[in-house]
Nanobody, 122 residues
Framework: YLVESGGGSVQAGDSLTLSCKAS????????LAWFRQAPGKERNYVAV????????FYSPPVKGRFTISRDNDKNAIDLRMGSLQPEDTGVYYC?????????????????WGQGTQVTVSA
C-alpha cells in the first residue's frame, strides 16, 4: 500500500515536498502519479511519471513550479512544490498503475494512498 507524508500549512510563495512510499511491493513496474482534490472539486492529476522516469507530465497549473521524481530502489516518489499559491490547497494523493502506458485519468489508477493535506494561505 501507499503512504504519503509531508503535507502541512504554508504561506503563499513557500515550498513544500511531499513523499510517498510503497510497502509490500515494488514500484518499479508501475506508473506513478500525484493527484490533488481541492475542496468541493474533483480529484485531478498534478504530475505523472512513467516506469522509467523518462516521461513526465504536469498539469498546466503546476508546470514550472512542481517537480515529480521517483527512486525505484527506495520505492518512493516525491513531489517538490514551489511558489505555492492558495489555489494549490487540497488533499494530495499518490497513485500507482501497473502498465506500460502513462495515464492522466484517475479511474485508470488502481492503488492509492490515504492522502495528505496541503493548505496554502495568502
Amino acid at each position: 500500500y501507499l503512504v504519503e507524508s509531508g503535507g502541512g500549512s504554508v504561506q503563499a510563495g513557500d515550498s513544500l515536498t511531499l513523499s510517498c512510499k510503497a510497502s509490500g511491493s515494488s514500484f518499479s513496474g508501475y506508473n506513478l502519479a500525484w493527484f490533488r482534490q481541492a475542496p468541493g472539486k474533483e480529484r485531478n492529476y498534478v504530475a505523472v511519471i512513467d516506469r522509467t522516469g523518462q516521461r513526465i507530465f504536469y498539469s498546466p497549473p503546476v508546470k514550472g513550479r512542481f517537480t515529480i521524481s521517483r527512486d525505484n530502489d527506495k520505492n518512493a516518489i516525491d513531489l517538490r512544490m514551489g511558489s505555492l499559491q492558495p489555489e494549490d490547497t487540497g488533499v494530495y494523493y499518490c497513485a500507482a498503475r501497473q502498465s506500460s502506458n502513462v495515464a492522466l485519468t484517475e479511474a485508470l489508477y488502481t492503488d492509492w494512498g490515504q492522502g495528505t493535506q496541503v493548505t496554502v494561505s495568502a
